[in-house]
């Protein structure tokens, strides 16, 4: 198959313009950089993601409609028991698989909705993805029981950065206070001794949406 790519111009430059798309909870990013199916693994690294894993057949035909015409890698790799994903599950049923593939070739590409076998070496677009990030909301004072809420850590002035940025940037965090110039990380069950500071119903209570993912 003729692969479709950029301008010759750009092909020099190593980079054609491409943004992040989402599907349901998942981020999606169709890097227009050529690369053999191993670099194409470090190329999703420099972007904080991963070189993509179909999971089903309905993602397949999403990404078709947000994809364009070039042929981009997945994680799929021939092992001695068939194509495998990155995560060792099993790829992929018959027909994902183009009509023309004969499975010779040790690595995957997807295009036009269906998948086909490359070898390893060609030079093709690497299909990056990550979680998707999830917006914040304010909670409403009646959804809490305040009294058992404490505050694990304050940071004054966040630090110059955003409540957010500053949860963003922790493990496990999922809700913040404000109180006035200051972040307070919140861990509904911290033990009584680990209480920094008690949080009361004046104070604005964040917590990260459970439904509504964007991508940045």
Known sequence: MERVGCFLILIAIGMCSAKWFRINSMCFFGDEAFADAKYAIILCKMRGAILH??????????????LDKSIYWVSATKTPSGFKWSDGSDCCPRNWWAPTEDERDDCVGVFDGMIYDFSCTEHLSPLCSRPADRRWRLVKSGEYNWKKLCGVEIMSNCDGRSCEDVCDSLQGCDQIAKIS????????????????????????????????FYCK
């Open 53 to 66: 894993s179909i999971k089903n057949e309905a993602e397949l035909k999403d990404l078709k409609k947000f």
């Open 181 to 212: 110039n200051a972040c307070v990380i919140i861990k509904n069950d911290a033990p009584r001794d680990e209480c920094i500071v008690k949080i009361r119903p004046n104070v604005e209570l964040y917590e990260r949406s459970k439904s509504d």
